[in-house]
């Protein structure tokens, strides 16, 4: 999900097929089918790596980013999509980005990103064993 992009950005996707999930889609599809979606459009790659970008939480829980954008997912939002992306064996790493501690009131970002990322984590070390080929 990017939530605000500029036309080289746009032109890039179309060309190469690569799906944005506006804000209003993912709400109604919710995080664990989106989730889905993604792993079945990426099925073909041999490993996945997941950035996720801090600025895609709503500001009242990411004040500690540089570029808060208004409407953004809520954190247990956040848990659950990274939660279902990170459970599929491809995925090779994961990052989170964007966070700067200077902006960070009263610790909010530092601890809403610690429970996006121990969701991650818990994914990671629970993934099934990859299928042989």
Do not use: H, W
């Not at 999930?21 to 664990?32: D, V």
């Amino acid at each position: 999900m990017v939530r605000s992009t500029e036309e080289p950005e746009n032109t890039l996707m179309r060309q190469n097929s690569i799906k944005n999930y506006k804000y209003q889609e993912f709400n109604e599809k919710g995080p664990q089918q989106v989730g889905q979606e993604v792993l079945e459009r990426l099925k073909e790659c041999d490993l996945i790596y997941v950035s996720f970008d801090v600025d895609s939480l709503d500001p009242k829980f990411s004040r500690g980013t540089g570029t808060p954008v208004a409407i953004g997912l809520t954190v247990t939002q956040a848990q659950d999509l990274c939660y279902t992306l990170c459970r599929s064996p491809k995925v090779c790493c994961f990052e989170m980005v964007e966070i700067n501690p200077m902006l960070d009131i009263k610790n909010t970002m530092a601890k809403n990103a610690f429970r996006i990322l121990e969701s991650a984590t818990e994914a990671i070390l629970n993934q099934p064993e990859p299928l042989a080929t």
